[in-house]
């Protein structure tokens, strides 16, 4: 079975512009989730998704926001990026009702 | 709200000895779970072992084993005989035991370990 994979490795922007993050989760699993993982500020959750909702988000501005389509593939979306947003973003799927996480490798996002 | 604190942001094991990992956490809830993960330089997080705090018997993994404290909120991680591909950032982590609310994990800061061979 595959894991969650997660598009692209690596991504370069410049200040002011958006960008579109992607995951795959893990066959059957309908819960995804998004975590910041920087230097300064540690791992820190930004939102999940079950079954096309939000369920719960975490404390980041609105710039940040995400969706999750019927396939359970969910994309993350940071709009007018700032140099503080450069950051490790992780994927993660679990199966309904459970609290194991399986986790991608992650987007490499740097902000120029 | 929950917190995590991982206290050692650095340690190192010679390989084949024990090396053990800290972690303390702070809640106001009675159901719960607690993880260890880990974050080799491919930056996958893989989980090594959890608890729930219900379970008084401290779980065990291979050679990977807790030291579950529920009245000192003390969670700490005890890897035997340290092989060179233990070395990783270790992760402590929490999140409340509710299947309706979803999964939501509040992380420490990390402790890198170095297996020396």
């Known amino acids: 079975k595959a894991g969650v994979t997660q598009t692209p490795r690596y991504l370069i922007k410049t200040r002011g512009q958006q960008v579109t993050l992607s995951c795959s989760p893990i066959s059957g699993h309908r819960s995804v989730s998004w975590y910041q993982q920087t230097p300064g500020q540690g791992l820190q959750f930004l939102f999940e998704y079950f079954s096309e909702t939000q369920r719960n988000k975490g404390n980041f501005p609105g710039r940040f926001s995400g969706r999750q389509f019927s396939n359970s593939r969910s994309e993350m979306n940071v709009s007018t990026l700032e140099l503080g947003d450069s950051a490790l973003y992780l994927c993660a799927s679990s199966l309904p009702g459970q609290e194991k996480l399986f986790f991608g490798s992650g987007t490499q996002l740097s902000v120029l | ?117």
Do not use: H
Not at chain 2, 60 to 81: C, G, M, P, Y
Not at chain 2, 99 to 108: C, I, K, P
């Open chain 2, 1 to 117: 709200a929950q917190t995590v604190t991982q206290s050692q942001p650095e340690m190192s094991v010679q390989e084949a000895e024990t090396v053990t990992l800290s972690c303390t956490y702070d809640t106001s809830e009675s159901n719960y779970y607690l993880f260890w993960y880990k974050q080799p330089p491919s930056r996958q997080m893989i989980l090594v072992i959890r608890q729930e705090a219900y379970k008084q018997q401290n779980a065990t993994e291979n050679r990977f084993s807790v030291n579950f404290q529920k009245a000192a909120k003390s969670f700490s991680l005890k890897i035997s005989d340290s092989q060179l591909g233990d070395t990783a950032m270790y992760f402590c982590a929490f999140s409340v035991m509710n299947n309706n609310a979803g999964n939501m994990l509040t992380f420490g800061g990390g402790t890198r370990l170095m297996v020396k061979p």
